[in-house]
């Protein structure tokens, strides 16, 4: 069920990178359809920034499995019930966040692709560093 991630940023970085990276896109947006970016991309890399910034952190569900497990000390299935909802959700949000980074990446390609060697400082921030 584990989901590998694709990067090596922090969750926080990524978020911060799709909001550049969307902001980008929708300033860019004539320039970078005519380079095959589709219209809907930077509206669908804001719909999956949100689902991912809404998921509860890792540090968020060990909190709430300590809540509930010192109140339920006796139920231990209930506690294995809370990791495994932990562990389930952890793989989820590696999922969303590395959804999120391939459309990142793909606004950061049709980025440098529409300003290579016209606007080397639109095209500076099209570059990704992960």
Known sequence: MEENREFSISYSELIQKADHFIKLANRDQVE??????ENTLPDD????????????????????????N???????????????????ATAMRA?????LYRKIVEISRYGKSAYTGKDNVRMAEYVLTD
Do not use: H
């Open 32 to 37: 970078l359809n005519g380079y095959g970016m």
């Open 45 to 68: 890399t804001q719909t999956l920034r949100e689902q991912f910034a809404d998921l509860p952190t890792d540090e968020e569900m060990l909190t709430d499995a300590k809540t509930k």
């Open 70 to 88: 010192s109140a339920f000390d006796q139920l231990i299935d209930k506690r294995e019930d809370i990791e495994n909802e932990r562990v389930a």
């Open 95 to 99: 999922q969303i966040a590395n959804s």
